[in-house]
């Protein structure tokens, strides 16, 4: 992913907990809490986690499990794990890192399911093994 396209997914991240926990640009930053049990600003979070999450799903076209939900605090927490996230590293990929999957892909399908040889060949123009389509 390059940089361009992170600070792309960082804003809409930092958007969203903005809007839904009513901050200003001046109010949020990376240990932003939005951990559950914490009162800010005297509003409860619970809800405005559980809504900040869901508007996170929604927007990245990822889930975000009850449990991993859990474990995100802060601001940072959630970046952290929508980057991490695989649906969102090849959404957000460049054709290096896509090549790359590729040879990786083929690499791992290569060991797990290794071709067979159904015969040999020796001809005028040289030998080998032959292989199923």
Do not use: C, H, W
């Not at 975000?64 to 995100?72: F, L, N, T």
């Not at 927490?77 to 460049?94: G, K, S």
């Not at 399908?109 to 290794?114: A, E, H, N, S, V």
């Amino acid at each position: 992913m390059d940089e361009k396209k992170i600070k792309e997914i960082i804003t809409k991240i930092a958007d969203i907990v903005r809007d839904r926990f009513d901050l200003s640009e001046k109010e949020i930053n990376l240990s932003t809490i939005i951990s559950d049990g914490k009162v800010m600003m005297g509003v409860e979070l619970n809800l405005e986690k559980t809504e900040a999450i869901m508007n996170i799903e929604e927007e990245f076209d990822i889930e975000i499990s009850d449990e991993d939900a859990e474990k995100i605090n802060t601001l940072k927490d959630l970046i952290d794990y929508v980057l991490q996230n695989p649906i969102i590293q090849l959404m957000y990929a460049t054709p290096e890192d896509i090549e790359r999957l590729a040879k990786m892909t083929k690499k791992i399908t290569d060991q797990l399911y290794p071709k067979k040889p159904i015969g040999y060949y020796d001809g005028p123009y040289g030998s080998g093994e032959i292989y199923e389509k």
